[in-house]
């Protein structure tokens, strides 16, 4: 297998299919506008935390991509084009039923990202790597 074909199967691939399963499971309506509002502060913390997992992972797998394409400076790349998906997947929110733009939402997608970042780099430590190698 030649480098690129490797670069696109193992670095790309499961970035674009993880982004396009972020932006299929934003399309579908909020599942907790017809939820009593007793329990919606229990989901709107989970959803604080779905966010922070979901832009973690997000944030991990372009940083590898990019890492591995030997793009300069991949941890700040991966950060501002995090931060412009969050923002964009929030406006696409507002033609969704149910949905609305959250600050709330892309400040917690920003420290999923951060979380991703201080990973990456905790990781590589541990494993008495550079992160650059990771």
Known sequence: MNRTTKLI???WLPFFVY???????SSLPDPYVKMPATFRPVFSFSSMIIHLVEYCIFYILLWRALNYSRF????????????VYSVLDEVHQLFVY??????????????????????I???GR???KSVFCF
């Open 9 to 11: 199967l193992l670095y």
């Open 126 to 128: 541990l494993l008495n």
């Open 19 to 25: 982004a396009v399963f972020v932006f299929y499971f």
């Open 98 to 119: 149910g949905r609305y733009f959250s600050v709330g939402d892309l400040f917690f997608d920003m420290v999923g990202a951060f979380l991703g970042w201080a990973l």
């Open 121 to 123: 780099v905790i990781c």
């Open 72 to 83: 300069s400076n991949a941890f700040g790349k991966s950060f501002v084009f995090t931060l």
